[in-house]
């Protein structure tokens, strides 16, 4: 069936580092795309999204680019703050459906 | 958007128990979902609760287990019916608009549970 994978955490890195958070998945068609993120205490929030290949989402900082040739979606951001500290889910959802996979999180701590 | 606020936080409940957790959304709306976090794994869907019918489960959960009521357009419950340490997991409530690439979904804070 579907699914997504990320690279298990936690990941720490000093603030102003750069950040990479791999993310692949498998599907049977062409899904939509996301990252959210879950803040200490909160909800999860929708980070950024892309809807089909090549295509490039973006929000705070943040980028993921669709890659349809390696199935991944990697997580970047040039220089992390503290107040990025948060866990983050890949997830994918297929055309014509609500129903959103998730992958499993990964922990990000940033130190000052 | 919407906002959600669910209810307890965390509990802590002994084994044989039943917990019922609150859901409450700021606006009406029609896709509403539980879904269950077990430590260390991905986000999994337990159903989607329907407003004025029972509840669509996902492979792997049953309304005997999993209760779901949807009295209205902003509320709903979740129960967890006759626990075992392996129902300790966070339970997330959400609620979705759109399909496919127009997807839109918007997430409780997640009940923490811990059956002991």
């Known amino acids: 069936g579907d699914s997504v994978t990320q690279m298990e955490g936690p990941v720490t890195l000093s603030e102003e580092a750069f950040l990479t958070i791999n993310c692949t998945y498998t599907?049977?068609?062409?899904?939509?795309l996301f990252w959210y993120v879950q803040y200490p205490g909160e909800g999860l929030q929708l980070l950024l999204k892309?809807?089909?290949?090549?295509d490039k989402g973006s929000n705070k900082g943040f980028e993921a680019t669709y890659r349809k040739e390696t199935t991944s979606f990697h997580l970047e951001k040039g220089s992390v703050q503290v107040s990025d500290s948060a866990v983050y889910f890949c997830?994918?959802?297929?055309?014509?459906?609500?129903?959103?996979?998730f992958g499993s999180g990964t922990r990000l701590l940033v130190r000052p | 958007s919407a906002v959600i606020s669910q209810k307890p936080s965390r509990d802590i409940c002994q084994r044989g128990t039943s917990l019922t957790i609150q859901c409450q959304v700021d606006?009406?709306?029609?896709?509403m979902f539980w879904y269950r976090q077990q430590p260390g794994q991905s986000l999994t869907l337990i159903a989607t609760?329907?407003?004025?019918?029972?509840?669509?489960?996902e492979s792997g959960f049953v309304i005997d287990k999993f209760p779901i009521s949807r009295p209205n357009l902003t509320f709903s419950t979740l129960t967890v019916s006759n626990m075992s340490p392996e129902d300790s997991s966070i339970y997330l409530c959400?609620?979705?608009f759109g399909l496919g690439m127009n997807t839109e979904a918007f997430f409780g804070q997640g009940t923490r549970l811990t059956v002991v």
């Open positions: 959400s609620v979705g």
């Open positions: 599907a049977t068609g062409y899904p939509s």
């Open positions: 892309a809807t089909k290949a090549d």
């Open positions: 997830a994918l959802v297929m055309d014509s459906s609500y129903k959103l996979i």
């Open positions: 606006s009406q709306v029609t896709m």
């Open positions: 609760a329907n407003q004025g019918s029972e509840a669509t489960y």
